[in-house]
């Protein structure tokens, strides 16, 4: 083969794989998309993959599979997802233990800047602290004075080590001079079995994760992480209010995928969750979970993730935080 041929030949090669990338991006999606659940199943971000779910599923015309990876604070799902291929058939929904896990975790199984596309911030929602009902606790008060004259007698529990529930009350026991116990689960489907039974007196997690809960009597909310009350709560001080000034913590919860998504693919997946976001029944389930709709763009949800990986990454160096705590 003569040089001349040749170059045509890669030249002719290179265009065909072009344009076969091309069409392929183009015919996005043609076989069943998969959403990676990081965590338990029964937890929130189940329960908001699961709400999606449907209204995707007609929205792409392909089957949306949700895919329970729990592990490691989410980081075993996550990676899962890092090193998928990059073709917009695999996607993790994260929980705020993801602004978390660089700092806890030294041996990630992925870059967690440089493996994954961020698609968008689905909402935030407030934190509660919570006693079950058959505590003496009435008040956030009455739990700090029992914690002070006990200490490390009262435990709490929270979906995790290094959740950003965990590294709350952390926060807060510094400022209070308060010395409680973590009670690290495995998720939020684990922690609520054992918080609505009483297994655990004091808990720390996402009103979302306990609205179903509040009305029935047997959880008693004592405070909420949020800057001001939460409308679903309108008698539950804020921490800010007890005294604790400047202190706020919002869940969050978003969708990523592996590094290297065409940006046509990335942009249609944010704006079809977008469109699913508005609709009006699952508008409604979201505001019965505490969830404040964000819908961010992929480039406001990067700078998000990398905010709170500097703001609580100082909490974990600062206290010393260890996986498995």
Do not use: C
Not at 228 to 256: C, D, H, N, S
Not at 266 to 283: D, G, H, W
């Amino acid at each position: 083969m003569t040089f001349k041929r040749l170059v045509n030949f890669f030249s002719l090669a290179l265009t065909l794989g072009f344009a076969s990338g091309v069409m392929a991006q183009g015919n996005w999606p043609s076989q069943p998309i998969k959403i990676i659940n990081p965590f338990p199943t029964g937890g929130t971000v189940d329960q908001i993959s699961r709400l999606l779910q449907p209204h995707l599923q007609q929205a792409l015309g392909q089957p949306i599979i949700i895919d329970s990876r729990s592990g490691a604070s989410g980081s075993i799902g996550t990676g899962i997802a890092a090193k998928s291929p990059a073709d917009g058939y695999t996607w993790v929904m994260v929980f705020d233990t993801h602004g978390v896990n660089p700092s806890l975790y030294p041996n990630l199984p992925f870059d967690t800047f440089k493996d994954l596309t961020p698609v968008m911030q689905i909402g935030t929602g407030s934190m509660v602290v919570t006693a079950h009902a058959t505590t003496p606790y009435k008040t956030f008060n009455d739990l700090v004075q029992a914690a002070k004259s006990k200490p490390g007698a009262i435990g709490y529990g929270t979906i995790g080590s290094g959740s950003m529930a965990h590294l709350a009350m952390t926060s807060l026991g510094n400022s209070l001079k308060v010395d409680w116990t973590h009670i690290p689960y495995k998720g939020g489907g684990p922690l609520a079995t054992d918080g609505v039974a009483g297994h655990v007196p004091v808990t720390m997690a996402t009103y979302a994760l306990w609205a179903p809960h509040f009305a029935g009597g047997r959880l008693r909310p004592l405070a909420v992480t949020s800057a001001k009350r939460m409308p679903e709560l309108p008698e539950v001080p804020t921490l800010q209010e007890l005294g604790i000034e400047g202190f706020e913590a919002q869940a969050y919860w978003g969708l990523l995928g592996p590094a290297g998504i065409p940006p046509n693919i990335v942009n249609r997946m944010n704006a079809e969750v977008a469109k699913v976001l508005k609709i009006p029944a699952v508008q409604e389930r979201l505001v019965q979970m505490g969830v404040v709709v964000t819908s961010s763009s992929p480039a406001d949800f990067d700078r998000f993730i990398r905010k709170e990986i500097d703001k609580w990454g100082k909490v974990v160096k600062e206290n010393n935080i260890k996986a498995g705590q």
